[in-house]
């Protein structure tokens, strides 16, 4: 039973990476998202370096889809499988076989591509795919431990998709036709001046992609971060689906020289967006500590101080005492029997010296002993 479930699992990887990329490359190659060979001359490397940025990207993107969905099914269908370290990087590596496919049906319409100073374009771009489904396997492993990273890449990938269906219907009501389209960023009317700072950041792009990176960030990681066990995983969860695209667009373009000055703008905001990203899931997870505190505070009865008689533990209306002021004088120390020992000697006279001298001034003898009277016999 546990042999079966985990050759479905992994099978259940290599079916969905392989049928996720055909499907993005299929859309994209449909709508013109990615276009290896431009009608108009001057879009031809603007054109190729977005195609190769979109090529990485849904390699990446395919090999966490597999690893993903083959761990969602084994949940939900209980399957006795050790979800341990070594299932979740033979799920990796299945998703990263399942997305190789999208190497080959890029290789194949690349090689239309007229590009300076590239000898082999279908080489050169099956190249760049295969370092995506590397990428992928990398982010793979990360997202199969931490179920907010996992969210963040899938609700990212529906978000850049979303963009791009926008940014060409937005061509072809403009009359531009079906244009490629730049990853994660749409330009709403890039020939106007007052949007550009500097002449080469689209502001109004820049922040809908830091604003998109932040939201997806605290929403993927609001669900793990109200569990104590799952928080530490969401801290930086809203890294995850910003980073494919910015290793993406590192992989993509190593010279800004020779694109267009939308995608020097893409390029520039994309670090950018990890870091806002992840700075969305560490605010989530942050309040969300914060409000398990002050529950546990709420709900945990106030334990009684002891009284030990110092001075703070009296009340605020009395005032403190000197001990020394209300202990009693000492007196002459009292016999046990109460009475004073003074009585036990008889008064000396007023004119009589306390003792008597010698008839030759000699030294004081001292008085004659007074004799004590005999108790009388009795008769019978």
Do not use: K
Not at 94 to 123: E, H, K
Not at 249 to 276: E, K, N
Request: a positive charge; aromatic letters at 6%; hydrophobic letters at 50%.
């Amino acid at each position: 039973m546990a042999g079966r479930g985990w050759g479905g699992s992994v099978l259940t990887a290599v079916g969905v990476a392989a049928g996720v990329g055909a499907a993005q490359l299929g859309f994209g190659y449909g709508l013109g998202i990615i276009n290896w060979a431009p009608v108009d001359a001057g879009a031809t490397e603007p054109s190729w370096f977005a195609s190769l940025a979109w090529a990485t990207w849904i390699a990446a993107v395919s090999t966490v889809a597999g690893a993903v969905c083959a761990q969602r099914l084994h949940e939900r269908g209980g399957e006795d499988v050790a979800d341990g370290t070594l299932h979740r990087v033979t799920l990796a590596v299945a998703g990263a076989v399942g997305a190789l496919i999208t190497v080959l049906l890029v290789a194949v319409p690349s090689r239309a591509a007229s590009v300076p100073d590239t000898f082999s374009p279908q080489t050169v771009a099956a190249g760049y795919a295969g370092v995506g489904v590397l990428v992928g396997l990398v982010v793979a492993v990360w997202t199969l431990q931490s179920r907010a990273a996992a969210t963040n890449v899938i609700v990212t990938v529906g978000w850049l998709w979303l963009l791009a269906v926008v940014s060409v219907v937005d061509g072809v009501l403009a009359g531009r036709g079906l244009t490629s389209a730049q990853l994660g960023i749409w330009q709403i009317a890039q020939d106007s001046p007052r949007f550009w700072l500097r002449d080469h950041l689209y502001w109004p792009g820049a922040l809908l992609a830091l604003g998109s990176a932040l939201l997806i960030g605290a929403l993927a990681a609001r669900r793990a971060a109200r569990t104590a066990e799952l928080r530490l995983g969401a801290v930086v969860s809203g890294a995850a689906g910003p980073l494919l695209v910015a290793v993406a667009y590192f992989l993509a373009v190593p010279r800004l020289a020779t694109i267009s000055p939308a995608q020097v703008s893409a390029h520039l905001v994309a670090p950018y967006a990890v870091i806002v990203g992840a700075a969305g899931s560490v605010l989530v997870a942050s309040l969300a500590q914060r409000a398990e505190r002050r529950a546990t505070a709420r709900s945990t009865p106030p334990v009684p101080h002891p009284r030990t008689g110092e001075l703070d533990d009296r009340p605020a209306a009395t005032d403190p005492v000197p001990p020394a002021a209300t202990d009693p004088v000492p007196s002459d120390p009292v016999p046990p029997s109460g009475r004073d020992a003074r009585a036990d000697f008889p008064a000396a006279p007023a004119d009589l010296p306390a003792t008597r001298t010698d008839a030759s001034g000699g030294m004081p003898t001292d008085p004659p002993a007074v004799p004590r009277p005999r108790a009388g016999r009795r008769t019978p």
